[in-house]
């Protein structure tokens, strides 16, 4: 059939539809609010709980412990930058709206599309560094003699465990978003 129209064996167009704006503004809201409501629920993660530490004779030695998410620099660097891809989706927004103003379109597409690419580097390390903080709170490494806490602090690991939800979706949404971002930019050329 491709033979019969002149066209090369093998050789096919694909279409690609410009991006509509209002579907990118609507993905930066939700990703605004994913990212910021990850960053709220981990700054706001604390538990505190009265443990038995240890036994002498018949008399429970009892200690009363805090998890908090300021105790691990893997966590405090997930509020950093879930915190700068809330403000980066805020800034976007807001180009985004007043954005018709400026006369340059071509340099705030290309600025906007790194400025989306450094967000999604940022946003995957900080969602890695404290995804695998939760992984070790939840099952330990007894190579290293470390103890899971989870089993402790459940409310805490549950709080966390949420945070990462709403982070990972911010994260998947950046990445369309910046997909977009670079076919609108391909596209007014």
């Given at each position: 059939?491709?033979?019969?129209?002149?066209?090369?064996?093998?050789?096919?167009?694909v279409v690609v539809r410009k991006p509509n704006d209002c579907i990118i503004l609507l993905l930066r809201v939700v990703a605004f609010l994913a990212t910021l409501s990850a960053t709220l629920v981990m700054a706001l993660n604390k538990e505190t709980k009265t443990l038995v530490v240890a036994t002498v004779g018949t008399t429970q030695v009892k200690a009363t412990l805090t998890a908090k998410f300021q105790h691990n620099p893997a966590n405090v660097y997930f509020v950093v930058v879930n915190a700068m891809a809330s403000f980066h989706n805020l800034l976007m927004i807001i180009v985004h709206l007043c954005g018709g103003k400026f006369k340059d379109k071509g340099l705030r597409l290309v600025m906007m599309a790194i400025l989306d690419m450094m967000t999604v580097a940022l946003a995957s390390s900080g969602d890695g560094a404290a995804t695998?903080?939760?992984?070790?709170?939840?099952?330990?490494?007894?190579?290293?003699?470390?103890?899971?806490?989870?089993?402790?602090?459940?409310?805490?690991?549950?709080?966390?465990?949420g945070a990462l939800i709403a982070s990972y979706i911010g994260l998947l949404l950046l990445v369309v978003i910046t997909v977009l971002s670079i076919i609108k930019l391909l596209k007014t050329k």
């Open positions: 059939m491709a033979l019969e129209d002149g066209e090369k064996p093998g050789s096919t167009l695998f903080m939760a992984q070790l709170g939840k099952n330990g490494n007894s190579h290293a003699r470390w103890n899971k806490i989870c089993d402790k602090f459940g409310k805490f690991c549950d709080h966390g465990g």
